[in-house]
């Protein structure tokens, strides 16, 4: 009989006896362990440009709240862009990307969900 404390872990085990990889895990995805960053910068860009427009359109209703969702969009691109281009562990930076288009798309809903308060709590005239 062997002895389990000195059999193999990981990813040194048989194909046989290692885990199963559970789909529903979210930090088990392809998109966060393999791939390249362009997988996040360019849906995240579309979601940025999106925003923007709208962003825009929202200028004939005022004009801080706009020019606040704009730069906010912006800035978060452009820390994807550049936490894509840092070299180290792939796994950490598509991690941090992923955190990074959440927080983008997070930070644009809240700011329309503001500009529709502030339009809908204005009195009429």
């Not at 950490?92 to 809903?109: K, P, S, V």
């Amino acid at each position: 009989m062997s002895n389990p404390a000195e059999e193999p872990h990981g990813p040194e085990q048989l194909p046989d006896r290692q885990p199963l990889a559970n789909p529903g895990d979210v930090t088990d995805q392809p998109a966060l362990k393999y791939g390249a960053p362009s997988r996040w910068l360019v849906p995240a860009g579309v979601l940025g440009a999106v925003a923007i427009v709208l962003f825009v359109l929202a200028f004939r209703l005022q004009l801080l709240l706009p020019i606040i969702g704009i730069v906010y969009v912006v800035v978060m691109w452009i820390a994807m862009f550049l936490v894509s281009r840092r070299p180290g562990d792939m796994v950490l930076r598509n991690r941090r990307l992923a955190w990074f288009m959440g927080a983008l798309a997070a930070g644009a809903l809240i700011t329309f969900v503001a500009i529709y308060i502030v339009e809908a709590t204005r009195p009429p005239g």
